[in-house]
Structures are given as structure tokens and as C-alpha cells.
């Protein structure tokens, strides 16, 4: 069974989640032969200040 985490920083709306979902679940299904009642994805969403790049958060950008 495949599930796959998505962590972002920010949100997305409720549109772009399923959309991606749907991405997501039919490449699974066409390239590893996996039936979409198989997969599962869940949307970890973070705020900026969680997340740091070369030493700098997000939100100081």
C-alpha cells in the first residue's frame, strides 16, 4: 500500500490538495501498478518560521 507525506511550508487550498492527490495517485496506479483504493497521501502543512533554508527561515525572506 503506498502512502506518500506531503510536508509543505504554507498552505494550499482545498482545490490544490485534491488535485495533487489525484496526480499523485494516478502515477501510482499507470507506473507501479498500484489500484488507487491502495494509496493514501496526507498534506502536512507548516508555517514559514518552521522551515529554514541555508540558515534563514522562511519568513525572514
Known sequence: MPYVNI?????????????????????????????KSYTHITFDELPDENWAIAGQLLDEE
Open 7 to 35: 510536508r509543505i511550508a504554507g498552505s494550499l487550498s482545498r482545490e490544490q490538495k485534491a488535485k495533487i492527490a489525484a496526480e499523485i495517485t494516478d502515477t501510482l496506479e499507470r507506473i507501479a501498478y498500484k489500484p
